[in-house]
């Protein structure tokens, strides 16, 4: 069955880096995008970045410029570097995928498969 596995999330202050990564097995990761979510405390799930298979990247306005997805289709992995980090980028932070060989879906509801979640929490 597909599996997704966070690691790499923790305490941190504002202003540091973290770099969240996302191990896929049971799929031919090369036919699915990757996407990361965030859920904070109250808030909905909400979408951060996603990735196609080709390279094709989604950001949303928040962590445009601080945030970079990437991934390592040999590697059957996905990345999020995170700087700059913000008291408000504090969230269970989600590694999700969607088999489409062409583009990247810009919402969470777009993806169906999901990763347990990895906690990140900024200090101010």
């Known amino acids: 069955q597909v599996q997704l596995v966070e690691s790499g999330g923790g305490l941190v202050q504002a202003g540091d880096s973290l770099r969240l990564s996302c191990a896929a097995s049971?799929?031919?990761?090369?036919?699915?995008?990757m996407g990361w979510h965030r859920q904070a405390p109250g808030k909905e799930l909400a979408m951060v970045a996603g990735?196609?298979?080709?390279?094709?990247?989604y950001y949303a306005d928040s962590v445009k410029g601080r945030f970079t997805i990437s991934r390592d289709n040999a590697k059957n992995t996905v990345y999020l570097q995170m700087n700059d980090l913000k008291p408000e980028d504090t969230a269970v932070y989600y590694c999700?995928?969607?088999?489409?060989?062409?583009?990247?879906?810009?919402?969470?509801?777009?993806?169906?498969?999901w990763g347990q979640g990895t906690q990140v929490t900024v200090s101010s």
């Open positions: 049971g799929l031919t990761f090369g036919t699915y995008a």
């Open positions: 990735i196609s298979f080709g390279g094709f990247t």
């Open positions: 999700a995928a969607v088999k489409r060989r062409v583009g990247v879906p810009s919402t969470a509801g777009a993806y169906d498969y």
